[in-house]
């Protein structure tokens, strides 16, 4: 028997039916909880389903346009399929989930690379391989987004209103809690490990982690930092490139992208992530230094967003 590998160039993966770009790696997993069944005098009987079933999704992906996952933290499921194969007889093969809700949201932006966003969902449907337009194919026909990628260069900080150009890396998480309901209640074979609803757990924790480099930032004392309450200022803005001051002149360049096609542009180029809170709190600082290095500050700080 021939078996054909897999490899990259070959896979696609849809997200709720539309393609998603840009992807470095994608990983899938699940376990099933048993427990053992001891009789008296007898010792092991057999086993059973301890808990509730629940899979994991992740996918790691660079910034290459207006990310649509973010919106995916309300209260309705996504489905996604990757499709990896293709059999000797024509067949197409898919890796697939559904019932899946988004609980981590991480983007990470640092000055050796392109900024990337990582994605991890909750299963808690189906999960697994199937063949193309099978059950578990959730492929659709929406193209590939045209792509146009951003660096570095591409990322605005401010903190309490002030810009800074000494930031070397930024990262921000969001953590989203879903709690699954069961119920006693009769199911069908497709639905009877499945939960009756999914609902969020509110507020979602927003982390944000910044490094920088010393220059005229003074560290905070720790114990003034707890009592003074005060809520600092943190903006994240990702844009696709900056309108040139030449381009006021209307001389026929414009914002292109990887197929050399103008894209639409707002004047100071276009927002591909863009993050502000009035309502942060400084929860960790450190300093690090090394004979290699200069002085860099790493700080923290949580928000929280409720469903309002």
């Given at each position: 028997?021939?078996?054909?590998?897999?490899?990259?160039?070959?896979?696609?993966?849809?997200?709720?039916?539309?393609?998603?770009?840009?992807?470095?790696?994608?990983?899938a997993?699940?376990?099933?909880?048993?427990?053992?069944?001891?009789?008296?005098?007898?010792?092991?009987?057999?086993?059973?389903?301890?808990?509730?079933?629940?899979?994991?999704?992740?996918?790691?992906?660079?910034?290459?346009?207006?990310?649509?996952?973010?919106?995916l933290?309300?209260?309705?499921?996504?489905?996604?399929?990757?499709?990896?194969?293709?059999?000797?007889?024509?067949?197409?093969?898919?890796?697939?989930?559904?019932?899946?809700?988004?609980?981590?949201?991480?983007?990470?932006?640092?000055v050796?690379?392109?900024?990337?966003?990582?994605?991890?969902?909750?299963?808690?449907?189906?999960?697994?391989?199937?063949?193309?337009?099978?059950?578990?194919?959730?492929?659709?026909?929406?193209?590939?987004?045209?792509?146009?990628?951003?660096?570095?260069?591409?990322?605005?900080?401010?903190?309490?209103?002030?810009?800074?150009?000494?930031?070397?890396?930024?990262?921000?998480?969001?953590?989203?809690?879903?709690?699954?309901?069961?119920?006693?209640?009769?199911?069908?074979?497709?639905?009877?490990?499945?939960?009756?609803?999914?609902?969020?757990?509110?507020?979602?924790?927003?982390?944000?982690?910044?490094?920088?480099?010393?220059?005229?930032?003074?560290?905070?004392?720790?114990?003034?930092?707890?009592?003074?309450?005060?809520?600092?200022t943190?903006?994240?803005?990702?844009?696709?490139g900056?309108?040139?001051?030449?381009?006021?002149?209307?001389?026929?360049?414009?914002?292109?992208?990887?197929?050399?096609?103008?894209?639409?542009?707002?004047?100071?180029?276009?927002?591909?992530?863009?993050?502000?809170?009035?309502?942060?709190?400084?929860?960790?600082?450190?300093i690090?230094?090394?004979?290699?290095?200069?002085?860099?500050?790493?700080?923290?700080?949580?928000?929280?967003?409720?469903?309002?």
């Amino acid at each position: 028997m021939s078996y054909n590998a897999s490899p990259s160039y070959e896979q696609i993966f849809y997200l709720g039916g539309t393609g998603v770009s840009g992807i470095r790696d994608i990983s899938a997993s699940y376990t099933v909880g048993q427990k053992a069944v001891r009789l008296l005098g007898a010792g092991f009987a057999r086993e059973i389903i301890s808990e509730p079933l629940r899979g994991e999704f992740s996918l790691t992906r660079d910034m290459v346009y207006v990310d649509p996952v973010l919106q995916l933290t309300g209260e309705q499921p996504i489905s996604g399929t990757l499709l990896h194969a293709v059999e000797l007889d024509g067949a197409e093969k898919v890796y697939g989930f559904n019932t899946g809700y988004l609980t981590s949201y991480t983007v990470n932006c640092d000055v050796q690379d392109v900024p990337t966003i990582e994605s991890t969902f909750s299963v808690f449907g189906q999960m697994g391989s199937g063949v193309r337009e099978g059950e578990l194919d959730y492929s659709g026909t929406a193209p590939i987004q045209t792509l146009g990628f951003v660096n570095h260069e591409s990322v605005f900080l401010t903190y309490n209103g002030s810009g800074t150009n000494r930031a070397v890396s930024v990262s921000q998480n969001y953590n989203i809690n879903r709690i699954p309901i069961y119920t006693i209640d009769q199911k069908t074979d497709l639905t009877k490990y499945a939960p009756t609803e999914v609902i969020t757990e509110y507020p979602i924790e927003i982390t944000t982690d910044f490094t920088i480099d010393i220059d005229d930032y003074d560290t905070a004392n720790m114990i003034d930092n707890v009592r003074s309450g005060i809520y600092e200022t943190i903006g994240v803005e990702i844009r696709l490139g900056r309108k040139a001051d030449t381009l006021d002149d209307n001389d026929g360049e414009c914002l292109k992208d990887n197929n050399g096609e103008c894209l639409g542009d707002d004047g100071d180029g276009i927002t591909r992530y863009e993050f502000l809170s009035t309502t942060g709190h400084l929860v960790s600082e450190s300093i690090e230094t090394s004979i290699d290095g200069v002085l860099r500050v790493n700080l923290q700080f949580k928000d929280y967003y409720n469903k309002d």
